[in-house]
């Protein structure tokens, strides 16, 4: 078989998380080898992932914009663009968290005003 990647990928085992629509959906996967360009990742359902993702990799506290290339059973293979240090950015968890308490807040909000109109 032909390899047509640039640089050669090392094996690893790192946890990493799939992330897409604007981080309101996730996917906790595997990498099981990576590069600066690319990765392969193992993941439960790799049909449910779309084809444009940012792969974080919390152990070096960096993430990847990337694509996917191809599918197969549970694995995805990826092409990265350069990587992302996340020290000025919310870790995924707190963000995820922040947006349902504005949720929760404008839920209550726009409650506080019917209340307020019925007097």
Partial sequence: MFDRRSTLRQRVYY????????????FDCIVRNFSVNGAQVEVDNPAAVPDTVELMIPRQGISYFGRIVWRLENMAGLVLETPRRHVDSLPLDIALRLR???RV????RTQLSE????F
Avoid: W
């Fill in 15 to 26: 946890g990493g998380r799939l992330v897409f629509q604007a981080r309101a959906s996730t």
């Fill in 100 to 102: 349902a308490t504005e």
């Fill in 105 to 108: 807040n404008q839920q209550l």
């Fill in 115 to 118: 209340l307020r109109s019925q």
